[in-house]
């Protein structure tokens, strides 16, 4: 048995859905984690603050890796779904 990844599961997830709404989901997925991306990191002076700006931080990291990423498993899925449609359709 094989095990499934997280982009794998991202993949499966567009291919399932129509085409277009697969590149609906790159385009929303891209700006939404650039925006997180962006966004700036407050400087800590206190313990409770360097607690959260570690925790900030990390969901910056995640969200510049991911706004490349997640839309990558979307086009891939994309793809999947539309030459998944030709094939049923006989084309």
């Known amino acids: 048995m094989r ?3 997280l982009f794998d599961d991202f ?3 567009a291919a ?3 085409w277009w709404a697969g590149i609906a989901l790159v385009i929303v997925s891209y700006f939404a984690l650039n925006h997180f991306a962006n966004t700036e990191i407050p400087h800590s002076t206190g313990l409770k ?3 959260d700006a570690a925790v900030a931080q990390i969901w910056k990291t995640l969200a ?3 706004q490349y990423v997640l839309p990558a498993a979307f086009v891939i899925g994309s793809l999947v779904s539309v030459t ?3 094939r049923k359709n006989g084309k």
């Open 3 to 5: 095990r499934h990844g």
């Open 64 to 66: 510049t890796i991911g």
């Open 49 to 51: 603050e360097v607690g």
């Open 11 to 13: 993949v499966g997830i």
């Open 16 to 18: 399932k859905l129509p």
């Open 84 to 86: 998944g449609t030709k």
